[in-house]
C-alpha cells in the first residue's frame, strides 16, 4: 500500500489530477457498461497516461487508494455525526449502507489484483468497526438504542436488510423497519 505521510507534499494542480482520477476510477468501476481500465480512467479524468501511472503506478494502487478514500469518509462521517445519538447512529448506518454498495464493486475488482487476506481489508474493516462502536455506545448510554447488540450485530443487521435484490424502492422500507429495531 502506498505510504503517503512519507510522499512529498504535492503541488496543487498535481493534488487536482488525483482527486480527479480517483472520482473516475469511482465512476467506471461502479458503471457496469464501461471498462474498467486504466486507459478509460484516464479518460475520464482528462488527463493523459502519464501523469495517471505517476500517481497510480498499477491498477492495484489506484484500487487501493479509491477503497482507503471510501473508509476514510465513512469514518470521518462518524467522527463528524450529530444530533441526538440514536438519530446520529441510524444517519451514519445509512451512509455504511450506501457505502457497502458504493464500495461493492470496488472491492470486487481490488480482490482480483490482491489476497482476500490483504491487512487493507482487515484495517479498514477494524477502522469502520471502531467508528461504528464510538456511536453505537453513545446512543446506548443515552439509552435510545438496545443495549443488547455489539456494532458488528448491528452492521451486519444493516448489511442483510440491504442484502435482498431490488432497486431503491423496495429495499428502503427494509433498511428503515432493520434500523427502527435498534431502538431501546
Known sequence: ?????????????AERNRARILEAARVVLTDRDS????????????????TL???????????????????????????KAAGRPG???????????VFHESKHPIAAELLRHANRDDPLFDTSRNRVVAAGRTLLAAAQRAKEVRSDLAIEQ????????????????????ILRAALDGLRA
Open 1 to 13: 500500500m502506498l505510504d503517503a505521510q512519507n510522499a512529498p507534499p504535492r503541488r496543487l494542480d
Open 35 to 50: 471498462p474498467a481500465s486504466m486507459a478509460e480512467i484516464a479518460r475520464k479524468a482528462g488527463v493523459g497516461m502519464a
Open 154 to 173: 448491528v452492521l451486519d443487521l444493516v448489511l442483510a436488510a440491504i442484502s435482498v435484490p431490488g432497486d431503491t424502492e423496495y429495499i428502503e422500507p
Open 87 to 97: 438519530d446520529a447512529l441510524r444517519a451514519w448506518l445509512r451512509q455504511f449502507a
Open 53 to 79: 501511472y505517476r500517481n497510480f503506478p498499477g491498477i492495484r494502487e489506484l484500487l487501493e487508494s479509491l477503497y482507503a478514500s471510501e473508509v476514510d469518509d465513512l469514518c470521518e462521517a462518524a467522527s
